[in-house]
């Protein structure tokens, strides 16, 4: 068992309690960010799934606008066209 990061405050309470309540707590790792990592939870016993990778970026068209993702918030914003 490796620790990745903490839980708030006001979350460390509340998942105590829930493990104080005999809820089995399973987590899994889904990624790395800049400030420590996100992890998928369930309370009920059951074992987490992580949600489906995110699609590919694709490559602009000529003369296209390039919008940038940002990987570790997981926003790929929509293609604009251009006006024409």
Known sequence: MYQIGYLSAD??????????????????F????????VIRVHL????????PPPPEP???????????GDPDSGFWPDFIPPDE
């Open 11 to 28: 979350r460390c309470g509340w998942v105590g309690g829930k493990i104080r309540q005999d809820q089995d707590v399973r987590a899994i």
């Open 30 to 37: 889904q990624q790395a960010t800049r400030d420590g990592a």
């Open 44 to 51: 009920d016993g059951q074992d987490p799934t992580l949600p």
């Open 58 to 68: 694709v490559a602009p068209e000529q003369g296209a606008p390039h919008y940038e």
